[in-house]
């Protein structure tokens, strides 16, 4: 009987190893297969334009405007935290500065690989918090589905004013008639999701806590929107202040609309954090509103550069202040 228990022990343990390997394999198959599409659409970017120029233009950055373009995106940082956290806090009481570190560290992450990475380590270090992963995906979703919200109903419209040949009345009809059909798909989805999330305990639990903003947490959803929103706007600045520093004058708001219209294809699961779609958007976009072409890709150029070394260095001293921190818990742990 014994040996039975142990031969059934060894089986289970066999196929959850099993299913972590396959999972392990996907993740770095996934990995490998968006950095091989980013590396191409890079390629083609480049290929696209005179390298003579643009070696000219990028090796001579103004150096105010870059300054300037760091603080806008630590702020814009900031505030992805504080609107996440408004989100949170409706579940927990976190702190706000515990919060934002994590959200800093979680935001690392995700500019260096799949964003997917990032949103992982924001729920493993809020589950240190007692935050439920129920409870930090349903926070997480509906943050960014008022993200997309933003993104799509309010700047992409006037972004397709700036570079398409159609009158603008026809366009904001359309985006009228979409967020009508939206709306009541949303309205659809709400009214059967709870016979459909209620047939599984972990799904139940999602939806008990994602209804919550829509009964008891309204304040909180309310106030993450206008945060939304003001992010986009800063979002926009930074990257202004990115094609400055190449030298250029973008128009203002043409160019907030642009950005954000563009952060809808780094949520296309194609490539590292929308690494070459972004660039290959905003030439394609900036060009339209009569942009130099080499100029802008100084410009991303700086903005994608400055994100990355951000991520790094963010993510080594985060990562060094935690553990440091967790280290002295342990030893203050009486024995």
């Known amino acids: 009987m014994m040996s039975t228990d142990n031969n059934i022990k060894d089986a289970s343990i066999d196929e959850t190893e099993g299913r972590r390997e396959v999972s392990l ?18 390629f083609l970017i480049f290929k696209s334009i005179d390298l003579r120029v643009f070696t000219e233009v990028v090796v ?5 405007p870059v300054f300037a373009m760091v603080i806008f995106s630590i702020f814009f940082v900031f505030l992805g935290g504080l609107k996440l956290w408004i989100l949170f806090r409706g579940f927990s009481p976190i702190k706000l500065w515990l919060f934002t570190g994590y ?16 949103d992982v380590t924001l729920i493993g270090l809020a589950k240190r918090s007692q935050i439920p992963f129920h409870k930090s995906i349903s926070a997480i979703l509906m943050d960014r589905f008022i993200t997309m919200v933003i993104a799509l109903f309010i700047f992409t419209p006037f972004t397709l004013v700036f ?9 904001f009809l359309l985006t009228a008639a979409t967020f009508v059909l939206s709306v009541g798909f949303v309205w659809i989805s709400l009214r059967f999701a709870p016979s459909l999330f209620g047939k599984l305990a972990v799904t139940k639990r999602f939806w008990e806590s994602f209804s919550l903003f829509f009964s008891q947490y309204r304040s909180n959803l309310y106030i993450n929107f206008l945060i939304s929103g003001l992010r986009a706007i800063v979002s926009g600045i930074t990257l202004i202040l990115a094609l400055m520093a190449a030298n250029l004058s973008p128009p203002f708001f043409a ?3 642009i950005s954000n219209s563009l952060s809808i294809l780094t949520h296309i699961p194609v490539s590292l954090s929308g690494l070459g779609l972004f660039e290959g958007g905003g030439l394609i976009l900036f060009e339209a509103i009569g ?3 080499e100029q802008v890709l100084a410009g991303l150029l700086y903005h994608r550069v400055y994100i990355i070394i951000w991520a790094v260095l963010t993510s080594l001293v985060l990562t060094l202040l935690f553990a440091v921190k967790k280290t002295g818990a342990k030893r203050d742990v009486p024995k």
């Open 103 to 118: 959200y800093f560290l979680a935001g690392s992450v995700g500019s260096l690989a799949p964003a997917i990475f990032g």
């Open 255 to 257: 160019t907030i609309c």
């Open 60 to 64: 001579s950055p103004n150096l105010l």
């Open 291 to 293: 942009l130099n072409r």
């Open 163 to 171: 570079v398409l040949p159609v009158e603008p009345g026809f366009i």
């Open 25 to 42: 394999g996907r993740k770095i198959s996934s990995f490998v297969l968006r950095l091989a599409v980013s590396l191409a659409l890079i």
